[in-house]
Antibody, heavy 115, light 110 residues
Framework: QVQLQQSGPGLVKPSETLSLTCTIS????????WSWIRQPPGKGLEWIGYFYYSGRTSYNPSLKSRVTISVETSKNQVSLELRSVTAADTAMYFCARGENAFHIWGQGTKVTVSS | QSVLTQPPSASGTPGQRVTISCSGS????????VNWYQQLPGTAPKLLIF???LRPSGVPDRFSGSKSATSASLAINGLQSEDESDYYCAAWDDSLNGPVFGGGTKLTVL
């Protein structure tokens, strides 16, 4: 049974970097695409980007200049970095398996950007 | 504003059939398959329908999807109280080179 466990701070100061980690169990990170998706309070879902084990990445153009998705193969983890955050980045952040149809999701991490 | 357009709300009584629409364009629904997600408050979305019509294991056959041109629909037959949830459509967008989502439809079971 594949499970995704997210970790990371729930509060980030404006202009700083948001860093989240998704630890994969029951599957290998080299088996699939791994994506990050976010959901601002009371709003819909927004794709952030994905990482494929070959090293291929793709990011939402609206966030591309501030985002990095990477993996730590030895720990079976995929990470998200979002730089220079503002209040507009306040959202629930999810990791998910896949690049289009997301069959498996992490539990979500609520991130608030505030000083 | 979401790329795919859904009605913000829908409702029905137990046992009824309810449909939720999703409208897109030639760069997303018009040229790619549609997925549907169910999201209960405070939880991660759950894949309900993928590739327009397919149900993941464990999803009741009361849920069905369809697609025509640049629009798609989710149908729920025999509505149950536990179906009260938010529903999102999604599709790959060739311009974005990534998936886009609808704004979500809040389904109320009266």
């Amino acid at each position: 049974q594949v499970q995704l466990q997210q970790s990371g701070p729930g509060l980030v100061k404006p202009s700083e970097t948001l860093s989240l980690t998704c630890t994969i169990s029951g599957d290998s990170i080299s088996s699939s695409y791994w994506s990050w998706i976010r959901q601002p309070p009371g709003k819909g879902l927004e794709w952030i980007g994905y990482f494929y084990y070959s090293g291929r990445t793709s990011y939402n153009p609206s966030l591309k200049s501030r985002v990095t998705i990477s993996v730590e193969t030895s720990k079976n983890q995929v990470s998200l970095e979002l730089r220079s955050v503002t209040a507009a980045d306040t959202a629930m952040y999810f990791c998910a398996r896949g690049e289009n149809a997301f069959h498996i999701w992490g539990q979500g991490t609520k991130v608030t950007v505030s000083s | 504003q979401s790329v795919l357009t859904q009605p913000p709300s829908a409702s029905g009584t137990p046992g009824q059939r309810v449909t939720i629409s999703c409208s897109g364009s030639s760069s997303n629904i018009g040229s790619n398959t549609v997925n549907w997600y169910q999201q209960l408050p405070g939880t991660a979305p759950k894949l309900l329908i993928f590739s327009n019509t397919l149900r993941p294991s464990g999803v009741p056959d009361r849920f069905s999807g369809s697609k025509s041109a640049t629009s798609a629909s989710l149908a729920i037959n025999g509505l149950q109280s536990e179906d009260e949830s938010d529903y999102y459509c999604a599709a790959w967008d060739d311009s974005l080179n990534g998936p886009v989502f609808g704004g979500g439809t809040k389904l109320t079971v009266l």
